[in-house]
Each structure stands twice: as structure tokens, then as C-alpha cells.
């Protein structure tokens, strides 16, 4: 019996996978047989065992092929969905593990594109938001700059104002007391000049009263001379007895007689020095007027030099106050101006990180996908970043089919409909820009180390070439650096 069943074993030739499917229904249908033979003889068991192993192998053959081709699909799909491909529903049929299996990794690739699809729109939103606040950040950094260029501007100039505030209020406060010694001063003229005008006034009166007494004198001397006329006329009647008498009448009258005339020419005198001092005394009255209204002046000047230098201490007080805050102000503009570079910093920080989780999205294919508005005008940077990334899925169907990739072509990177336009128009329009540059290097990285991979496949080492398409190796990094590239371009043009 085991004999039997070893030699049949032995002389059936199954494929190695499919003889772990059929060893165990060949042993079956061996021990059948070996039953059988004790029963009804070896012909018909012959027969029993050829017909279960016929039907073995049919069902052991649709079993294999429908595992394998289930096996197959499941591996395909999940490759898909690891190189970001999400725009095709998984289609199973049936009712085993595998069609359930296909229809959790179909529901699994539904919840993944909503995902991307949530993030996709946000990471938009976020680009544009993070781009604006960068934009207003810089724009707010350059003028609270100019404000506070401003500021130390105008606090230079309020410390040389000041400076000569102090000056002049120091030059007024001199001139208050010089404008005060000049008052006293012209108050002491004042008073001598109206000293002067009481004695003008004094000896105007002394004038008169002398005037006074000449008149008396040329009185005295006229009755003189009437008495000594009459006295000689008695004289002359007297005859020799009186002519003593008449030589002394005579005398007497000579004498008045100059008496009365040295007193008009004292009158006279006397009256032209009573006219020349009242001129005087309406002179010295008038300077006194004059004086006094220097002195009221002297005390108005004196007032308003002490208002002004009171204004001028005041003023430069001020303006030490003005300078006081205006420091306070640069201060605060300075401090501003720092948490505004601070700001745009973390804004362009967030810009750039949003930029790399919308370049991460941009790595997956949605269905009914539009291409969004480029900064680069006339250029579709969707088709681009697609066209790259399509490599994944061109390499790895040259793994799963054993084809042939034209690594001469591949490894160019002037080749490609992104090439051609980087080394014409583009190279014309943008040439020496930093991002024109930065795409100029990643587009050459990208193509050589996917030239690299397709030379793997080319040489059939298979393994080595998916193992070579994985996440964190070169080719993925350079496909997620291109489309970086490409995504930020698309967002922020060069």
C-alpha cells in the first residue's frame, strides 16, 4: 500500500507551488485505492485511483490559479496604492477571503483619498494663507524699518533742538538779567532825571524871586533918583548955602542913576537866564518823559524777557519730555521691528512647510484631479509633476512584465517635455533665478538615478529593483524632491 502510494508520488511531477496544494488530496486518493484493491481488485482500483487523480488535479489546478491570480491582483493594487495611485475603485468579485480582502483594501483606499483629498484642499488654503501672512509680514517688516529709521531720525534731530532750546533758554535767562539790571538802571535815571527837574524847578523859582528883587532895586533906585532931583532943586534954590548939598544930590543921582540901570541889565540878565532855564526845564521835563517812559519800557522788555525765558525753560523741558518719550517710542518700534522679523520668519517657516505638505499631496493621482492655476504662465506644472511621477508605475511594471527600459533616454534630462522646456524657454525666461537653478538640479538628479534603477531591471535583478523603488531610497527622495520643486514653482513661480 505505501509502496504503492510512494511510487505514485514519485511519478507524478507537479509544479512546486502546486504540489503543496495536491500532495495532500494525491495521498487521499492513494489510500482510496489501496482500500479499493482489497475489495474489489487492482484493475478497478487502478481505474478509481487514475479518475481521483484526474479530478485532483483539475480542482487542485483551479484552486492554485484562483489563489495566485487573487494573490496577484491584491499585491498589484497595493503597490498602486503605495506609489500614491487613488484615482481607480479595486473591482473584486466573488465571495472568498481575497474578494473580501480587495473590497477592506478598496474601503481602506476610499478613507485614504478622502484623506488626501481633506488635506489637499487644506494644504492649499494654508499655501495661500501662509503666503499672504509672509507677504504682509515683510511688507509690515520694511515699513515698521522705515518708522523706525524714522524714529532715530527725528530723536537725532529733537536732541540737537533741545540742545539749542537749552542754549537759547540759558542766552534768555542772561538777557532777563541784563534786561533786569538795565531796568534798575533806567529806574536810577529816572529818578536823578527827576531830581534834576525838581532843582530846574527850584531855580526857575529862585530866578523869579530874584527877579523879584531887582525890580525892588530898580525901584529903590528910581525913588533915589527922584529924591536926589529934588534935591538938587532945593539945593539950587538954597544958593551958596546948598551948593555942597547939590555936589551930594548930584552924586546921589549919578549914583541911582547907575543903580538903575546895572539893575535892568541884572534884569535883563536875570530875565535871559530865567527864558534859557525854563527852556531848560521844559527840556530836563521832557527827558524826564522820556525817561520815565524808558523806564516803563525797561520794565515791560523786563517782563517779557522773564515771560520769554520762563516760555524757553518750559519749551526745553518739553522737548526733554518729547525726547524722553520718543526713545520710549524707538524702543518699542525696535522691539516691534524684531517680533516683526520674528513673525515674517515663522510666517515664511510655515510657508515653506505648508509648500512641502501640498508637494507631499501633490505625490498622489485623485480622480477628476484639475489642474490648478500655475504662477508660470503657460505651463501646466500638474502634467509635469505627473509625468515624473508616473515613473514609479513605469518602472514598476517593467519589474512585473520583465521589459526592457531605454536607460539611455531615461538618464537625460533634457529629453522629457520638462526638459526640453527648462533647457529653451524656460532657461531664456528664468535662466540664473536661485528656484530656475533648483529645479534645473533636481530635474538632472531625478533622471540619473532613474536611469540607475532602469539599468537594475535591464540587468533582471529584479529584487534589487523594487527594492530600489521603496520609500527612502534615492529614486523616491529625488522623485519627492522634483515634485517638490515642481509644487512650490506651481505655487510661488521663480
Known sequence: MFSLTKQLMLGLRFPAKMGLTLAPIVLIAAWLAGQASAVVGAPLAWGCLGLGLTLSAYLGTCFHLSVLGGVKALRRHMINISMGELRNDIQAKGKDEFTRLMHELNNMQIGLRETVV??????????????????????????VESAAAALEELA???????SVTAHTAESVAKASELALNNAVVAQRGGQVMADVVSTM???????????????????????TNILALNAAVEAARAGEQGRGFAVVAGEVRSLAQRSATAAREIKD??????????????????????MQEIVTNADHVRQLMEEVARAAREQ??????????????????????????????AASSQQAAAIRMAAMVDEFRLPGGVSS??????LDMDAFIDAH???KVKLREAIENRDKVDTETLKRDDCCALGQWIYGDGERRFGGRPSFVDLL????????????????????????????????????NATRSVVHVLSTVKRMGF
Open 118 to 143: 481633506l488635506v489637499q484642499s487644506s494644504s492649499s488654503e494654508v499655501v495661500q494663507s501662509s503666503t499672504e501672512i509672509a507677504g504682509g509680514a515683510q511688507d509690515l517688516s520694511s515699513r
Open 156 to 162: 537725532a534731530a529733537l536732541d540737537e533742538s533741545s
Open 201 to 223: 524847578e527850584h531855580i526857575q523859582l529862585s530866578s523869579s524871586k530874584i527877579n523879584d528883587i531887582i525890580g525892588v532895586i530898580d525901584g529903590i533906585a528910581f525913588q
Open 269 to 290: 540878565l536875570i530875565n535871559a537866564s530865567v527864558g534859557e532855564i525854563n527852556h531848560g526845564v521844559n527840556v530836563v521835563r521832557g527827558a524826564g518823559n522820556e
Open 316 to 345: 526745553s523741558q518739553g522737548i526733554a519730555q518729547i525726547g524722553m518719550a520718543i526713545q520710549g517710542l524707538d524702543q518699542s518700534t525696535q522691539a516691534n521691528a524684531a517680533l516683526v522679523e520674528e513673525t515674517a520668519a
Open 373 to 378: 492655476s500655475s504662477k508660470v504662465e503657460g
Open 389 to 391: 511621477r508616473q515613473w
Open 441 to 476: 538640479s533636481q530635474h538632472r538628479d531625478f533622471h540619473r538615478v532613474a536611469g540607475g534603477v532602469a539599468e537594475i531591471i535591464n540587468a533582471q535583478r529584479f529584487i534589487d529593483a523594487e527594492d530600489a523603488l521603496a520609500p527612502g531610497t534615492p529614486f523616491s
